[in-house]
């Protein structure tokens, strides 16, 4: 077989539609990764024209955290599939494509299902896309980084005060450094003071080993799920909206 | 119907490479396309033929094969091919239809190969663990230059 491969073309010209990509996962399922890629696009949204790329195939956040009161169904056009247009924001996610159905996928079928999503995703010009990744350094993580890492990029990292967590987001920004994946920095999720107090001092020297920032602290706030319920935006919380004006700003000089 | 989109990456794919290998034109190109895709294959040529002219790839052959879609159930072991779930992929076309511009319903699969998984199971044992032998809509299998 011929190594000249077009979905690789494809994907290249579809995501440089977006100025900027900004890649948010993290190695550990449960950190919140959706939330926070939605608190940034919400929050950037105000002023950009921002993109959100939902990349876990096998577990898509993103239409509940976006789309919950829409009906519309997805269309495409000739150069692909066009994503949902809410204001500034233009989201695409799985989910919109399969709903609720399983997908169940692996080896070649997975890494070839994630590059024919970047592929054939018709992008309307952007400021940012932000990239949604599922927990993990599979197929997910590393079909798009060949791809995004020749592109203007930064990588945000979402972890929580764990010890659970804290190993695993350790190997993951190893694992980017080794991919020479530019990292913008780390949002410590779902910070709590006293729980976090346990874990101040792993944190830091986690953030001086890698000589990473911390871009912010997103606090729990238990009123989250009573939002997601009710079909509302997560910046209503106040809390999150807090941190999230906190934050973006920074991502936004990073990247500049 | 992104057929369009998909013959410009198959130009830009092959004039790079015989960019690279100092070509002084492209004669021949032999392509693979999922039957699961369903690629309107004439647009896909005319598609070809017009985004070729003034590039190194202008007047080059392109031939086309459809592979044929081959099921095997991870499970119980049962094959299958397209054929033998026309109906259920018809009536698939009414729930997860993708609408274009121009009206036409496409599967999901039209865009994405793989979603396939997530939309048909074994029509022996139900189970949705399968496997097939094309994963992509599309492959460029040979490229013919002339230096």
Known sequence: MCRVDPLIELSYEQLSKAKRIILIGGGKGGVGKSVISAGIAFSLSKNYKVGVLDLDLQGPAIPVLFTHKLKERLRGDKEGLKPIILGNLSVMSLGFIVEERPLPLSGRDRADAVLEFLAHIHWNPLDYLIVDLPPGMGDEVLVPLRIIKKLKHGFIVVTRSSRLALPVTKRFIEFLRKEQVKILGVIENMYEPYLASKYEERVRELLNRYEVELLGKVPYDPYLESLLLNERNILESEKLARAFREISPKVVKLLN | ?147
């Not at chain 2, 985004?51 to 094959?79: D, P, R, V």
């Not at chain 2, 239809?97 to 029509?123: Q, R």
């Open chain 2, 1 to 147: 119907m992104h057929e369009w989109s998909i013959g410009k990456a198959i130009v830009d794919a092959v004039t790079n490479f015989a960019k690279g290998k100092n070509a002084r034109r492209v004669l021949r190109v032999d392509i693979l396309v999922s039957e699961i895709a369903q690629l309107d294959l004439d647009v896909l040529r005319e598609a070809y033929k017009i985004l070729t002219q003034g590039t190194l790839a202008e007047g080059s052959k392109l031939n086309i094969e459809i592979e044929k879609a081959e099921f095997t159930c991870n499970n119980c072991g049962y094959k299958w091919t397209l054929k033998d779930i026309g109906d259920i992929f018809s009536d698939l076309a009414k729930k997860y239809g993708i609408v274009d511009e121009e009206g036409t319903i496409d599967l999901p699969t039209h865009y994405m190969p793989m979603a396939i998984h997530a939309l048909i199971a074994c029509p022996q044992c139900k189970s949705m663990n399968f496997s097939l032998n094309i994963t992509r809509s599309v492959e460029i299998k040979a490229i013919e230059i002339e230096r």
